[in-house]
């Protein structure tokens, strides 16, 4: 009988699975928690010479579009500019810009933040805000290739209206890509690479949930140090057509 009597204390070692689901939980919970900020951190004080620097660079810009346009008129005529073509879009400087309009057209193109990269429907529109951000990024016709990869690697879903969770949602399986575009017929990620480089009907739909692709600095370095110029003037920001293909590459 003394071989089937109940112990009169339960083990009390701690059983793994349960505690990393608490650990788990807990660590969920702080996520969405934001941290106070340390009350003595101190101010960052800045020289009345950054603020004058600061105006001259953004009515240097200012000067630069008004001069831009006045050459060329509101009508972009390029004859190796396609509109209706899609485009990709890399922001590759200028972490901080002083005109303030500039920082607003980057914005409205979906790229707030330097080293982003979005894919865009080429308008007359979209090509005079690239016009007036010219020094800051570097835009082209990107194959299927580049934009399959894109999607592969760094491919990210922004949570729509209610929805709840992290706000960046990773392209991990087709069943993902059905619960969010299958009213459009967008059932796996090979329709949704269709989608976007035949620039179908769905598209502003579908771009308007692609979150923005966050890239990295090219991996061989930039081949030189006059990003803010234009490709023609021996520097790399402004239009490369087909060429941009070659330049991601070294980002993907």
Known sequence: MEKYAVPNKLPAEEISILAQRR???RREANQW???PLPENRKTKFCKPEFFIADCRKAERDAKRIKRNFLKTGVELKNPDI????????FRHRGKYIANKEVMHILAKLGLPYKRRAVLLKLTEGV???LKMVEPWVIWGYPNITTVRELLYKYGLF????GEKGPKKIPIASNKLVEDKFGHLGIICVEDLLHELLTVGPNFFKVTKILH?????????GWKTARRGKLRSLGGEA????????EFFKRLL
């Open 33 to 35: 928690v934001r941290k």
């Open 238 to 245: 402004g239009f490369r057509g087909e060429e941009i293909n």
């Open 23 to 25: 650990s788990r939980i």
């Open 82 to 89: 396609q509109h209706g073509r899609l485009i990709l879009v």
């Open 127 to 129: 090509h005079a805000m």
């Open 212 to 220: 923005t692709f966050e890239l990295r600095s090219p991996a061989d």
């Open 158 to 161: 922004t949570p729509e209206n």
